[in-house]
């Protein structure tokens, strides 16, 4: 039988007090807290469980036989539907299957590598002097970028940001509030819409229906863009921080791929996967109910430092940093991985390319922030083509 709240409260003090304010500000050393004292802990703010060790998250994300995507209460489903990311099993096959040839890497890199290039330069091309980097590249880049994938036009970039922007607030509303929830339904549904007007994909080519195709591409779009902006973002934020790693990335252009990885697993875009309980489980002591949530903890699990040396520093050398969970892990790895990594890495290097400084506007980089989706809300640079 389920806990009383109050006696799951009294029994995990540290996530009672864990508010969703304090984790989207810098939820790094509580998570640190948690593993050592309440690595598996009730959070009222959520009210869901958390989970923040390494081992146990990836356990929990490769155990597909106790732990389900599916849930009455998933927000996923209630704002998207039904889509790959709340199935489980053959439908969840069927579903990904559908789609999966566009983002292999080969295919990636034989169909996106020259548009990605091509909208890359278009929008720096644009660029000079003091500028917000996300709102005049990281956030226009993914949107450009998916529209070209699926042939659709570039003209409806500004519409697919606002839409964008409703759903991820309703996929982010923990807190049930009614309106933020309404307005992202409005918003799937009028992108759904777009779909069926302008989207160069064929459902006779699969087994899906055009309903669960439309699904099923709100959620790939969505992720597409919100990996894509954040990733990019919280990338050119480290290599401020981290004048060293600015420098070798100019100089090394083959340090790429790691300094992505790495900021994958140092501030991953994606901080939280949810999975709900389809049997008792215990785990690290702890006995969780069936029907449960457990909020597995993907920035906390990447931040362990049982899994990594001295996890708190941006090392871009290290020796295991594939191993992060950034993309989750098991059958619900992310889709779009390579096609997210190779963008961002020509966004960079094209970045780094084009302006010999980049430095940041102000004297304080902005702050990174969000429990779930993590990335800052501006970036002020100044750019210059002249060499310093």
């Not at 996300?134 to 226009?140: I, L, P």
């Amino acid at each position: 039988m389920t806990e009383k709240c109050d006696t799951r409260a009294t029994r995990f003090p540290l996530g009672a007090s864990l508010s969703i304010d304090a984790l989207a500000r810098d939820p790094y050393p509580l998570f640190r807290k948690l593993q050592e004292e309440e690595p598996v802990s009730w959070v009222p703010a959520l009210n869901m469980w958390m989970v923040t060790r390494y081992a146990d998250v990836k356990a929990i994300l490769l155990d597909h036989a106790r732990f389900s995507v599916r849930s009455k209460h998933s927000l996923v489903l209630r704002v998207l539907g039904e889509q790959m990311l709340s199935q489980d099993g053959k439908p969840h096959d069927l579903a990904k299957q559908a789609f999966q040839h566009r983002f292999r890497p080969n295919a990636v890199r034989s169909e996106a590598e020259a548009l990605i290039m091509r909208e890359t330069q278009y929008l720096l091309d644009t660029l000079e002097g003091p500028v917000d980097l996300r709102r005049s590249f990281a956030a226009r880049l993914p949107i450009r970028v998916m529209l070209a994938l699926f042939g659709m036009p570039a003209a409806l970039e500004s519409d697919f940001r606002q839409l964008y922007s409703a759903i991820e607030a309703a996929l982010s509303n923990h807190r049930g509030d009614p309106a933020r929830e309404q307005r992202g339904l409005s918003a799937v549904a009028a992108l759904q819409e777009l779909f069926a007007e302008h989207a160069g994909f064929d459902e006779s080519e699969t087994s899906l229906g055009d309903d669960a195709c439309s699904r099923n591409l709100t959620l790939i779009f969505f992720g597409g863009i919100s990996t894509v902006e954040a990733l990019l973002l919280n990338a050119v934020w480290a290599l401020l921080d981290t004048p060293q790693h600015m420098k070798r990335a100019r100089n090394e252009p083959g340090l790429l791929p790691q300094l992505l990885h790495e900021t994958m697993r140092w501030s991953g875009p994606v901080q939280s996967a949810s999975r709900h309980c389809l049997t008792d489980v215990e785990i690290a002591g702890v006995v969780i109910a069936e029907g449960d949530t457990v909020a597995c903890m993907l920035g906390a699990a990447n931040r362990d430092k049982d899994a990594f040396a001295d996890p708190d520093h941006f090392d871009p050398d290290r020796a295991n940093l594939r191993s992060h969970l950034g993309f989750a892990a098991g059958a619900h790895f992310c889709l779009g991985s390579h096609l997210a990594m190779l963008q961002v890495q020509i966004a960079i290097g094209q970045l780094l390319a084009h302006f010999p400084r980049i430095e940041s506007e102000e004297a304080v980089l902005p702050a990174l922030s969000g429990h779930e989706f993590r990335q800052p809300a501006i970036m002020p640079v100044i750019l210059s083509r002249h060499v310093p």
